[in-house]
């Protein structure tokens, strides 16, 4: 048997000896809304697998409807340990400006808005760290949020 096909064989091999990866478990549990330009969304991720887990390469964004409203970016990996639950903080931009803001006005006020995390899973495999995509989505709801955003206005302009 020649060098490539023991390569391919032994691939084949240590696939069948992979773990099964699960899909964590992703509850919202709220969003502060720092000032006009800066919010953070808390999210506590349950992992179910009998082995660690990194999500990496985490890319989130809130949408109003398909406009990104806020992003961000979070370089240091989320690590969950074998059968645990950990809560996770993202820090998001506020990229659209006030005049943005009122144009979706009517989204708003049906109070939720889309949350997308994507990203990838790495976990341990038999040759090394294995990695999968990512991907959550969810709306959530920003009541409160909102109240306490509207108070510096109602303030100003009374109620």
Not at 16 to 28: F, H, R, S
Not at 87 to 104: E, T
């Amino acid at each position: 048997m020649g060098y490539g096909h023991r390569a391919a064989l032994l691939a084949l091999l240590c696939a069948g000896c992979a773990p099964k990866l699960e899909p964590v478990e992703v509850d919202y549990r709220r969003i502060t809304i720092e000032h006009m330009t800066e919010a953070m969304v808390e999210l506590w991720i349950d992992n179910p697998n009998s082995f660690a887990v990194d999500l990496e390469a985490l890319d989130y964004r809130i949408l109003l409807t398909r406009d990104t409203f806020a992003s961000g970016k979070r370089p240091e990996p989320v690590s969950i340990r074998a059968r645990d639950t950990t809560l996770a903080s993202f820090p998001f931009s506020i990229r659209m400006d006030l005049s943005q803001v009122i144009s979706h006005v009517p989204e708003l006020a049906g109070d939720t808005v889309y949350l997308e995390l994507e990203g990838r899973y790495s976990f341990p495999g038999p040759l090394g760290r294995l990695k999968r995509p990512f991907r959550y989505r969810r709306m959530i709801p920003l009541g409160r949020e909102l109240e306490e955003l509207a108070e510096p206005l109602r303030d100003l302009f009374g109620e």
